[in-house]
């Protein structure tokens, strides 16, 4: 199986941000040799705050999705928060991906399984790798063709994740295709001043950690200028970063 990468800002702050970002990541694959997956948020419906910046929405936001996937000829994903999403989503990108909190949302999965498209599913913070397997259950039982899953750390008492390295090799036994989530994995939720930080200094070890025990691939949200960012400021990593940390993965 080939090395799965998923690149891009978290959320859509603008038309150029996304070219910027899409532009880099073809170079990259031209490089390389990787076919990295560009992902973006049209809507963070999980913001700490309600006055924090959600993105352009759902119409808006899937249309600059299509522009991006038809002038750059990327791959697309991007994230889901309610069924009625799915359908629309579906029609734009190749993957749709669950969030982490949403990943025992019934009707979300079975939505994003009836679109056909590659559903990835995030662990929850609150679930090891082995109750993965009751999501899996339910998108495949709905008709998703192929599956993925994703670490993204565990609640640590208040304010902080840890990573369970062995939920990788336990999702294995569920699905082929496990990917590290090395961004969101560095955050310590709500313990900035009405929003989430972290540190993105740890983000190539989360990495190379995830290598160490088998994961298939990896997941990294990229942005020229992380920390004027509009949400996970703190824990994207430089996008003139990305491509010497994936040499280094298929090294």
Same mark, same amino acid.
């Given at each position: ?5 998923? =690149? ?9 941000? *996304? ?8 170079? !990259? ?17 999980? #913001?700490?705050? @309600? ?5 352009? %929405? @759902? ?15 990327? #791959?697309? *994903? ?9 359908? =629309?989503? %579906? ?16 009707? *979300? ?13 995030? &662990? ?16 495949? +039982? ?27 090799? +336990? ?16 955050? #310590?939720?709500?313990?900035? +001043?009405?929003?989430?930080? %972290?540190? #993105? &200094? ?9 290598? =160490? ?7 990294? $949200?990229?942005?020229?200028?992380? +920390? ?8 994207? /990593?430089?996008?003139?970063?990305? $491509? =010497?940390? !994936?040499?280094?993965? /298929?090294?």
């Amino acid at each position: 199986m080939a090395t799965t990468f998923i =690149a891009g800002p978290c959320v859509i702050e603008s038309m150029e941000l *996304l070219e910027t970002v899409a532009q880099e990541l073809v170079r !990259i694959n031209q490089e390389l040799g990787t076919d990295i997956i560009f992902k973006s948020s049209f809507d963070k419906a999980n #913001r700490t705050s @309600i006055h924090s910046f959600r993105g352009p %929405g @759902i119409e808006k936001g899937l249309q600059m999705l299509s522009d991006i996937k038809e002038k750059y000829g990327l #791959r697309v *994903l991007t994230d889901i928060h309610e069924s009625y999403q799915a359908e =629309a989503a %579906g029609e734009v990108c190749d993957v749709l991906q669950i969030p982490a909190f949403l990943c025992r949302q019934t009707d *979300l999965l079975v939505a994003a399984a009836k679109t056909g498209k590659i559903v990835n599913i995030k &662990k929850a913070q609150f679930l090891s790798g082995r109750d993965m397997r009751y999501p899996v259950e339910k998108a495949l +039982d709905s008709g998703a063709k192929e599956v993925w899953l994703t670490e993204r750390g565990n609640c640590f008492g208040y304010n902080n994740l840890v990573v369970d390295f062995r939920n990788i090799p +336990d999702m294995k036994e569920i699905v082929p295709n496990v990917i590290m989530d090395c961004t969101h994995s560095v955050q #310590r939720p709500s313990a900035g +001043d009405g929003k989430t930080v %972290g540190d #993105r &200094k740890f983000v190539p070890a989360m990495a190379k950690a995830a290598k =160490a025990f088998g994961a298939t691939g990896y997941f990294f $949200e990229v942005h020229p200028d992380p +920390d004027h960012g509009k949400s996970d400021a703190a824990n994207m /990593l430089e996008l003139d970063k990305l $491509e =010497a940390l !994936i040499a280094d993965l /298929l090294a």
